[in-house]
């Protein structure tokens, strides 16, 4: 059997740790916890400081981020916004033998080339990286940043 395997026919925790969740839990949420850290230091915040902003204490914010502790869904939401992204952002890269369900099934070949002309909806995720990569930059390279884009805009536009 393999690891995927294991983790998705996990049984139910043992008499020794009758509160424990199964495998695949553990496993979701030790990743929610790993992405938790790595946004919490991108955004240059202890975990105290964390804490502070949602009324927990450092510890309790540590064992989330060690996967001890299951975030709820209404303190995974306010932790997305105090760390200015989606909650979406905290699966993203779940293994697959994790994902509920496979994103795009059930879709023809031409629907989904119809999809690939349709307008793409904003990645607030890569936007909010962008605004953070900018507000880095000295006065002198933003200004040369945004007259590369409006130079890149002219070129795409479209005549009436």
């Not at 996990?10 to 199964?22: F, K, Q």
């Not at 699966?91 to 099934?105: D, E, I, K, M, V």
Request: hydrophobic share 35%.
């Amino acid at each position: 059997m393999t690891t995927a395997e294991k983790i998705l026919t996990a049984e139910a925790p043992s008499a020794s740790a009758p509160d424990a969740p199964p495998d695949f839990l553990r496993a979701v949420n030790r990743h929610i916890g790993q992405l938790l850290r790595q946004r919490r230091e991108e955004r240059k915040l202890s975990q105290n400081r964390l804490g502070q902003s949602c009324n927990l204490t450092a510890q309790q914010i540590q064992k989330y981020e060690n996967g001890r502790d299951q975030i709820g869904a209404g303190r995974l939401y306010q932790l997305s916004r105090i760390l200015f992204t989606e909650v979406g952002w905290f699966f993203q890269g779940l293994p697959a033998q994790l994902r509920p369900f496979s994103y795009g099934s059930g879709f023809s070949d031409t629907e989904q080339e119809a999809l690939l002309d349709a307008p793409q909806p904003v990645n607030y995720i890569e936007l909010q990286q962008l605004i953070d990569d900018y507000l880095l930059l000295p006065p002198a390279q933003r200004a040369s940043l945004r007259q590369l884009v409006a130079t890149m805009r002219a070129g795409t536009e479209q005549p009436d």
